[in-house]
């Protein structure tokens, strides 16, 4: 039995964002749901949580964006939250090349508590802070690119929470790869003759843009937002 979902009902997806602390995760999850930006952003304590709408090739969206606490002296507090994800952003900044670096453990962190394949799963690359002068940059896209070669991450974008360059765009291409793996999924499961059961059915989808905050964290800037404030 394939059971379809009707088309007024939103998909639920969860999606996590990792990275070293200060790469400005928080800082890009704040510019797409509250359109805000907080030079003076404060490190995450555990983990938080803000839903956002969005459109992708005519199917609706409600994401639950999860800003994790970057700093290692968090990790017990945000691997519990890595299960249930459909997407995992994966974020470094450009003017920082360690952060870059990292990003290898923070897909592995991300495998580990979660349990999933890694080429199962809709990684995306983040780049962030791509406002800063050109004599700052530390990493270059080529090598970004090289990397995600290597390491079959199929989607890479550079972002700017500070400016909104392509924050929208990082969250779109997100929801693109999710949409990408989801159908070559059905296709195998198909192929084999399984049935496909839609479990997004049924989710209560009230809150459009509320903030939670699950343990402690930066809770500067605007808490309740409509997303028609923001530009799509
Ligand atoms: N120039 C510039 N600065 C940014 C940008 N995004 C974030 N920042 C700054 O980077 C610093 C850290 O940003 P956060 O968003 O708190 O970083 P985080 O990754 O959430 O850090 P943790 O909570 O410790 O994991 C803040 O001072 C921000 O103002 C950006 O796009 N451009």
């Not at 379809?4 to 704040?30: F, H, T």
């Not at 990408?180 to 059961?197: F, H, N, P, V, Y």
């Not at 343990?215 to 997303?227: R, V």
């Amino acid at each position: 039995m394939t059971n379809m979902r009707p088309p007024s009902k939103n998909v639920l997806l969860k999606v996590v964002i990792l990275g070293d602390g200060g790469v400005g995760k928080s800082c890009l999850m704040n510019r797409f749901v509250s359109n805000f930006f907080d030079a003076n952003s404060f490190h995450t304590i555990g983990v938080e949580f803000l839903n956002k709408d969005i459109q992708v090739e005519n199917e609706r969206y409600t994401l639950q964006i999860w800003d994790t606490a970057g700093q290692e002296r968090f990790k017990a507090l945000r691997t519990p939250f890595y299960r249930g994800s459909d997407i995992c952003l994966l974020a470094y900044a450009v003017d920082d090349k360690a952060s870059f670096r990292a990003l290898i453990q923070w897909r592995e962190e991300f495998l580990k508590y979660y349990d999933v394949k890694a080429d199962r799963f809709p990684f995306i690359v983040v780049g962030t802070k791509n406002d800063i002068p050109a004599a700052q940059r530390q990493v270059m896209a080529e090598e970004v690119s090289e990397w995600c070669q290597e390491h079959h991450v199929a989607a890479f974008i550079e972002t700017s929470a500070k400016t909104s360059d392509n924050v929208y765009e990082a969250f779109a291409l997100a929801v693109k790869q999710w949409q990408r793996l989801e159908k070559s999924t059905e296709r195998d499961l198909r192929a084999q003759g399984q049935d496909i059961i839609d479990l997004t059915q049924g989710v209560n989808l009230s809150a459009n843009t509320s903030r939670f905050c699950c343990i402690g964290g930066n809770n500067s800037g605007p808490a309740y937002q409509d997303d028609d404030d923001y530009p799509n």
